[in-house]
T-cell receptor, first 113, second 107 residues
Framework: NAGVTQTPKFQVLKTGQSMTLQCAQD?????MYWYRQDPGMGLRLIYY???????DKGEVPNGYNVSRLNKREFSLRLESAAPSQTSVYFC????????????FGSGTRLTVV | LAKTTQPISMDSYEGQEVNITCSHN???????ITWYQQFPSQGPRFIIQ???TKVTNEVASLFIPADRKSSTLSLPRVSLSDTAVYYC????????FGKGTRLHILP
């Protein structure tokens, strides 16, 4: 049981380049989330998908787009990367509802130079 | 979303019981209280969740008073491997993280 799988684990981009971070879960969870974590900080919610076919903005959505491709997969796209987007990105999933915990992936460490 | 306040950092010693208290004065009726643990270079890991009174699992206990305006995570007999950041979250369907408490266990 893999849980939440994120790819790639590491990435270096040049300013202005685009890329897509991939996330897949095999727990049949309804809800999926993207967070970013900067050094010494807590996690900040970028976007989330409460169910297949829906997406909503979180705290810091600017500069990002998401796609809930199907129930398993939720991707995060940076159209034109900026140094301020250098961060560790975590994907998470949950069955949905407040009374369930989240399962997190191991993260993608992104550096924009 | 209810705001939480918890200590920035704490130190304790191996074998001790550690209690981390979190205040959440404007918790909503439907909100749950959840604690996560995060080690460096890893995603947060669910520890325990509660709505009211006391919840206990194999790794921790969570104490929630009747007014639900605070909660206390209790870690029994900590070891060096419990050194991590602990997040207190009050939430509905969507979780917003604060900065957490950096717990440092000393030998």
């Amino acid at each position: 049981n893999a849980g939440v799988t994120q790819t790639p684990k590491f990435q270096v981009l040049k300013t202005g380049q685009s890329m897509t971070l991939q996330c897949a879960q095999d727990m049949n969870h309804n809800s999926m989330y993207w967070y970013r974590q900067d050094p010494g900080m807590g996690l900040r919610l970028i976007y989330y998908s409460a169910s297949e076919g829906t997406t909503d903005k979180g705290e810091v959505p600017n500069g990002y787009n998401v796609s809930r491709l199907n129930k398993r997969e939720f991707s995060l796209r940076l159209e034109s990367a900026a140094p301020s987007q250098t961060s560790v990105y975590f994907c998470a999933s949950s069955p949905g509802g407040a009374d369930y915990g989240y399962t997190f992936g191991s993260g993608t460490r992104l550096t924009v130079v | 979303l209810a705001k939480t306040t918890q200590p920035i950092s704490m130190d304790s010693y191996e074998g001790q019981e550690v209690n981390i208290t979190c205040s959440h004065n404007n918790i909503a009726t439907n909100d749950y209280i959840t604690w996560y643990q995060q080690f460096p270079s890893q995603g947060p890991r669910f520890i325990i969740q509660g709505y009211k009174t006391k919840v206990t699992n194999e790794v921790a206990s969570l104490f929630i008073p009747a007014d639900r305006k605070s909660s206390t995570l209790s870690l029994p007999r900590v070891s060096l491997s419990d050194t991590a950041v602990y997040y207190c979250l009050v939430h509905g369907d969507k979780i917003i993280f604060g900065k957490g408490t950096r717990l440092h266990i000393l030998p």
